[in-house]
């Protein structure tokens, strides 16, 4: 992408309304816009990272064995009706009345409508396991929206639901969900932490959050500090076979967001870690609560029916945006981490309409989209002070910066943007850099 013909309206002062360093980050680097109270548009660069975070959560879902499917937005209120959860969800759904007086509600979550689309065709365990899952934007009219996107009331989330003939299965299910969350997580550069959890509106009595820690935080969390040693499962883990031990591993150190007094109880005072953290993810296991009373039943090897045993699987795609953030910035902007960076490199024409400056950004830009590194040309009249600032305010993991002093001498400068590491190289020897 050349930066004269996208779109990348960048702030120079710091917005008012923004309280955190994600949220203000995000709206001076141009990656949002505030609709309405919690309703974002997503800018350009904002969007290229919410497609990236997204890919590496379904990469991961797929890996484990859950098949994607898009539900849409809007429910029947009468499917709510059947599990007995329209009454009860209150203020925060938004519900809608549509040209027929139909009642509707604007998704928060899709227990209903899986189990619904799940009964429709599912009869016997010899179909089972099944897990489906998408990704698709909720709403919840939440009280106090905030920190931009941590807490909207529009919000992107991946969830996935998981149906078994049996609690066993159903754990095991469960675990996979688990596993894949460690890998997501690390993929996309963060470290995130299960604790285990309350489940309330969704309701069972197995859930556990997994949470990033960060200053920011709206939790408080309790943690045994050896818990950020443990080993993520690599690509080959085998989602066939025995998961209990790694979840085990994870859920044996104590690790939870409330109930300090259990927590010192348990945990030796060298081991203590109390911070604040961000909720990513959420995974629950609710058996038959919804199954049951929509009749989602199979039958089993014995021929009798029951009904399906169920769990969810929730990751919070835009609220990740910012929680990397918050992982990953500094004084002067947002550090990527190459996975799910905007554009792999920032190259920074120092002066377009130079001859030997132009050949050369011409040729990096050409080997580096060849190469699959996405690259933003600076190709603008901006000043370098400003070039330079933008590049940092938008955290590239690279910076690669040509101009007509250094190409006399047949050099060209290389900037790591997580280290502020400088180096002065030939353009082939930065570009080997870069790729690799
Ligand atoms: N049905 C279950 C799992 S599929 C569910 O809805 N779980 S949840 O309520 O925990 O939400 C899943 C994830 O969505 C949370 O972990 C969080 O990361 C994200 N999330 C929840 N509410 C918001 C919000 N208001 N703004 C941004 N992200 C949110």
Known sequence: MRLSRYFLPVLKQNPAEAQIASHRLMLRAGMLRQEAAGIYAWLPLGFRVLRKIEQIVREEMDRAGAIEVLMPTLQLADLWRESGRYDDYGAEMLRITDRHERELLYGPTNEEMITEIFRAYIKSYKELPKNLY???WKFRDEQRPR??????REFLMKDAYSFDVDDERGQASYNRMFVAYLRSFQRMGLQAVPMRAETGPIGGDLSHEFIVLAQTGESAVFLDRRMLELPVPGEEVDYDGDLSGVVADWTRLYAATEDAARYEAETAEADRLTARGIEVGQTFYFGDKYSKPMKANVSGPDGVDRPAQMGSYGVGISRL???????HHDEAGIIWPDAVAPFGVGVVSLRPGDKAVDAA???????????????????????????????????LPWQLIIGPRG???????LKRRATGERRTLKLDEA???ICG
């Open 147 to 152: 920190f931009g996107v941590m807490r909207g």
């Open 321 to 327: 945006a910012g929680a990397l953030i918050e992982a």
């Open 134 to 136: 998408h990704i698709q």
């Open 431 to 433: 570009l080997a850099a």
């Open 407 to 413: 190409l006399a001498t047949g050099v060209v400068e």
């Open 361 to 395: 950004c011409e040729s990096a830009y050409a080997a580096l989209t060849r190469a699959g590194k996405e690259p933003l040309l600076d190709d603008t009249d901006d000043r370098p002070g400003g070039k330079f600032a933008t590049m940092d305010l938008i955290g």
